[in-house]
């Protein structure tokens, strides 16, 4: 449901386009690790992906489960919530190795949550935590590096900018573009493979920001 929703909605808010390398593939047991930049970029990246025939189990932040329709929907489609600085926060990988385990695509955000920037621009993603080379440590999973750009013309900043935003971006209709990375297999200690990562998503995100026409800032 949720994947056929962004469908519909991130059309309607802005032009989205989705390119990938020419070898990227999807295989079963994979995790889909992606920049995050704003609160649409999870509607964005899944519309962007239902194009490519793929609805991925999703961590996303354990409070979208206290909102009711939202809750009921995440676990009804097998989501999994992440609780952050909470003993329960392992869970989360736990969910997540089983539905490698089963096969399914799981998305994951390196990040692990959103920058605290007030401007519209394009950033390269900022340090990856820990979750994303533990989880591919423990399963061996490829990592398919998704970078996605322009999110952030629809919602940024203030709550009362994002909601100015929001309400204007079907007037605008912002560009939003996804690029789909080739996979890669994550190798070494624990830092190299969260180096690896963050290398492999950041040169997507380049790609998708270029492809918009997008000044690019690149972290340190």
Sequence with gaps: ??????????????????????????APGSVIAANHSSLADPAVILAALRRLGVEPVVLAAAGLWRIPPLGLALAREGHIPVHR?????????????????????????????IPDRKDAGEAAPEAFRSGLARLVHRTGAPVIPLGQAGSRRIVSGSRLKQLAGLGTAPLRRPGL???????????GDLPNRTAHARAAVTDAWREAAERLGEPVVLAA
């Design 1 to 26: 449901m949720l994947s056929r929703l962004a469908g519909v909605l991130v059309p309607a808010v802005g032009r989205l386009t989705v390119t990938t390398d020419s070898d990227a593939r999807f």
């Design 85 to 113: 600085h909470d003993a329960r926060a392992g869970d989360a990988l736990d969910g997540a190795a089983e539905a490698l385990a089963r096969g399914r695509l799981v998305l994951i955000y390196g990040e692990g949550g």
């Design 177 to 187: 573009h996804v690029h789909i990375g080739s996979p890669v297999m994550l190798t």
